[in-house]
């Protein structure tokens, strides 16, 4: 169970960088999209954080892609982003409810807070930091790691695919046996 969820994160992770490095614009473009892409999700979208985030980077001027590849990167990990916020904020704010672990993140506290100050505030300077740090580096590194990293893809792919065969192959191997 956890080898196939391990598998699947990899496969999403990877095809999300593919579509990254495939995009052939401006490096400044590129950066913006995915930088504006990353942003949307420290903020509640309540799942539309995908399809707001291709709308936001062109808005941006940023590449609609790449706004699409930042976006579904932090999709999941809501429950951290929240807790990076409340922890940011309540460097500037304080909360009426502590927030010290990652445990402390419930239902309860999320009703609570999620529209508070101290929320805002955290959000606010994460995405900032996130999304400046996402952008700078982006816009540094992608025009010389594009084609080193696309040979990689290459490569990690076909290993890939001898080690743990391929989608269509294990279907088609699954409707043979039966």
């Known amino acids: 169970m956890m080898r196939k969820l391990r598998l699947r994160l990899e ?19 590129v950066a913006r999209g995915f930088a504006v892409g990353l942003v949307v999700n420290f903020f509640p979208t309540f799942g539309f954080g995908v399809l ?5 980077a062109r808005i941006c001027g940023g590449h609609i892609a790449a706004g699409l590849v930042g976006g ?8 951290f982003l929240f807790y ?10 304080l909360s009426p409810i502590e927030i010290a672990e990652m445990e402390d993140v ?32 982006l816009m540094l590194v992608y025009g010389r790691v594009r084609p080193h990293a696309l040979a990689w893809f290459r490569r990690h792919s076909g290993e890939h695919r001898r080690r743990y065969g391929s989608a269509r192959t294990r279907s088609d191997r699954k409707s043979v046996n039966r």
Do not use: C, H, K
């Not at 990076?84 to 704010?93: A, D, E, Q, Y």
């Not at 508070?116 to 700078?136: E, H, K, M, P």
């Open 11 to 29: 496969r999403f992770f990877l095809y999300q960088l593919i579509v990254l490095f495939r995009i052939r614009d401006r490096s400044e473009r």
């Open 72 to 79: 579904a990167l932090l999709t999941f990990s809501w429950p």
């Open 106 to 137: 419930t239902q309860s506290s999320i009703d609570a807070l999620q529209w508070g100050q101290t929320f805002l505030v955290g959000a606010v300077i994460n995405s900032l930091l996130v999304g400046g740090s996402a952008y700078l580096t």
């Open 52 to 56: 707001i985030s291709p709308a936001v």
């Open 84 to 93: 990076l916020n409340m922890r940011m904020g309540s460097r500037f704010i």
